[in-house]
């Protein structure tokens, strides 16, 4: 139905009602899934870091990536390193590299105000993408 299903994974633990919709709509519809990470780099004093390191973000995009082969879902994870304000935005160029129909993120259930203050990857995506975003709540019914 789509062709590729790109779902945005964070440590934050809201990726995992993500992952566990796009793996019902993958089974349904048969799609391919790019799991897909940003490790935000930091500026600071004009020397970029970051609060994570590449073997745990590998770590991260492994463990959803097997628990979607194991259910039979063809699964493949990218990471990319961005500024942090830049997630969205490279949560969709993979998704338009990969000629993807979805783009799914979870969201954090932060109020419209704190999003606005603080980013949201959801919502830069809803905004931003020329392709349909899912957004999965926390907890759904």
């Given at each position: 139905?789509?062709?590729?299903?790109?779902?945005?994974v964070d440590e934050s633990g809201h990726a995992d009602h993500a992952v566990q919709t796009v793996a019902k709509i993958?089974?349904?519809?048969?799609?391919k899934v790019v799991v897909f990470h940003g490790v935000v780099v930091h500026q600071?004093?004009?020397?970029?870091?970051?609060?994570?390191?590449?073997d745990e973000a590998q770590h991260l995009v492994d463990r959803y990536v097997a628990r979607l082969s194991e259910a039979g879902i063809s699964a493949t994870g990218e990471i990319h390193r961005e500024l942090?304000?830049?997630?969205g935005g490279g949560l969709i160029d993979v998704a338009l590299s990969?000629?993807?129909?979805?783009?799914?993120?979870?969201?954090?259930?932060r109020s419209d105000v704190a999003a606005m203050m603080l980013g949201s990857v959801a919502h830069?995506?809803?905004?931003?993408?020329?392709?349909?975003v899912l957004v999965?709540?926390?907890k759904t019914a």
């Open positions: 139905m789509f062709g590729t299903i790109v779902v945005g993958a089974t349904e519809t048969k799609d600071a004093k004009g020397s970029p870091f970051t609060t994570e390191s590449r942090e304000i830049g997630i990969h000629q993807a129909g979805l783009i799914v993120v979870g969201t954090r259930g830069e995506a809803v905004h931003k993408s020329p392709l349909p999965v709540p926390e």
